[in-house]
């Protein structure tokens, strides 16, 4: 079954959407670390967009990814610790729908 999207934060994984306003600086699932990405809804941004552009240029699977939250001028992704120095070694060539985004810590 594929999980509602609706206003809120969608997590890819296991279907849980909350709202904005309970978002988390810090990552739900024990061994994630929270990453940043400098674009939101007012760019249109979807979840598979942001699942697509990490894994296409950091190089992991995406079902490695955790929860993303999409708010309206950023979007927090969950990434495996494992995988954190190999994502931000790739800042400043992440795009979404051909617009350049950065990626860092939150």
């Not at 810090?26 to 994630?32: A, D, R, V």
């Not at 990490?54 to 995406?62: E, V």
């Amino acid at each position: 079954a594929r999980p509602e999207i609706r206003r809120g934060r969608i997590d890819i994984k296991h279907g849980k959407i909350t709202s904005d306003r309970k978002v988390a600086r810090s990552p739900s699932e024990k061994g994630m670390v929270r990453l940043t990405l400098n674009a939101g809804k007012a760019q249109g941004v979807r979840p598979g967009d942001v699942v697509s552009t990490i894994t296409y240029y950091a190089k992991f699977p995406g079902n490695a990814i955790g929860q993303i939250s999409i708010l309206d001028k950023q979007t927090l992704v969950d990434v495996p610790q494992r995988f954190v120095a190999q994502a931000l070694a790739k800042t400043g060539k992440y795009r979404i729908r051909k617009s350049a985004v950065t990626l860092e810590l939150a």
